[in-house]
């Protein structure tokens, strides 16, 4: 099974609405990250966040870090039809030089 | 800024076949990558590269050899193609240890088995 796992498979939400993605991961981990990736494309690192801290910030998005549940969430606010993307959680949970992806969550933005 | 150059885009290959994917990058980073990336699903490593020369072995090395030659290319063969295998293959490079550093992608390379 994955060491990191988004909680959901796919979201759609309407244009100006706020979303939030959720993961968990099953082990102690040095870091988080948040990444996207648009069709087409490799994906693209959001936010990167530490097990020492509870939340990062970057314009829209926040993403916050619970280390007791295991769990990380990340929150676009204001959403746009361009947030329309894969989001993926990944972590270095297993060593520091390899980073495990989730399966992803797959976020439609509406107009 | 950097980038991350994978050729071919698309390859298409035979059962059985040996095909090669290559990949550059101009970050002067120390750490290369490769995933394979199944339709709908997340990322699985294959291999990955700390230093020129260097290879360790990822949850999916299985069937596939990798070669890092220099510093900023990082090689990835499979050794015999599957029937109606149909994946996208993405290398990355890292400055340093992944808990202080973004991994930076290329676009994939897709490929197919016929």
């Known amino acids: 099974s994955q060491l990191a796992e988004e909680n959901s498979w796919a979201l759609s939400v309407h244009e100006g609405e706020s979303v939030t993605v959720n993961c968990s991961y099953k082990t102690s981990i040095t870091a988080l990250q948040w990444y996207r990736q648009k069709s087409g494309k490799g994906p693209a690192q959001l936010i990167l966040i530490r097990s020492n801290e509870r939340e990062k910030r970057n314009g829209r998005l926040r993403a916050t870090l619970d280390t007791s549940s295991q769990s990380s969430s990340l929150s676009i606010t204001a959403t746009r039809c361009e947030d329309t993307a894969v989001y993926f959680c990944a972590t270095d949970a297993s060593s520091s030089w390899q980073l495990i992806f989730g399966s992803g969550t797959q976020l439609t933005v509406m107009p | 800024g950097g980038i991350i150059t994978q050729t071919p885009k698309f390859l298409i290959g035979q059962e059985g076949q040996k095909l090669t994917l290559k990949c550059q990058q101009n970050?002067?980073?120390?750490?290369m990558y490769w995933y394979r990336q199944d339709s709908g699903k997340g990322l699985r490593l294959i291999y990955y590269?700390?230093?020129?020369?260097?290879?360790q072995k990822g949850d999916l090395s299985e069937g596939y050899d990798a070669s890092r030659e220099k510093k900023s290319s990082f090689s990835l063969t499979v050794t015999s193609a599957q029937k109606n295998e149909m994946a996208v293959f993405l290398c990355a490079s890292s400055g340093g240890q992944i808990s202080n550093e973004r991994l930076f992608f290329g676009h994939g390379t897709k490929l197919s088995v016929l």
């Open positions: 970050f002067n980073h120390d750490t």
């Open positions: 590269s700390i230093t020129e020369n260097d290879l």
